[in-house]
Nanobody
Framework: QVQLVESGGGLVQAGGSLRLSCAAS????????MGWYRQAPGQQRELVAA???????NYADSVKGRFTISRDNAKNTVYLQMNSLKPEDTAVYYC??????????????WGQGTQVTVSS
């Protein structure tokens, strides 16, 4: 089993910053891609940013230039630095990681989600 634990969410004013962290633990042999998704009330879950094990990144157009994803492979941790936050960034943020235990194929695991609220 693999667990993803997120932290760093909260309430911030528009223009402010937050840093989310997500640490993976458990039966981990290797982690491929890691990413952050978000889901606002009444909306579908959407990709915010993703990063491969080699460091290649991908961002949603709505966050380019404001958010930065990074990872520490030694700590099995992915981060999301969010700057210049807008009210429309308000959502529950979930991290995801593609993990293999060395026996089975890669499987996508999800964290429990952390609330980010941006006030205007």
């Amino acid at each position: 089993q693999v667990q993803l634990v997120e932290s760093g969410g909260g309430l911030v004013q528009a223009g402010g910053s937050l840093r989310l962290s997500c640490a993976a633990s458990g039966s981990i042999f290797s982690i491929n891609a890691m990413g952050w998704y978000r889901q606002a009330p009444g909306q579908q879950r959407e990709l915010v940013a993703a990063i491969t094990s080699g460091g290649t990144t991908n961002y949603a157009d709505s966050v380019k230039g404001r958010f930065t994803i990074s990872r520490d492979n030694a700590k099995n941790t992915v981060y999301l630095q969010m700057n210049s936050l807008k009210p429309e960034d308000t959502a529950v943020y979930y991290c995801s990681a593609d993990v293999t235990d060395g026996v089975q194929d890669f499987w996508a695991y999800w964290g429990q989600g952390t609330q980010v609220t941006v006030s205007s």
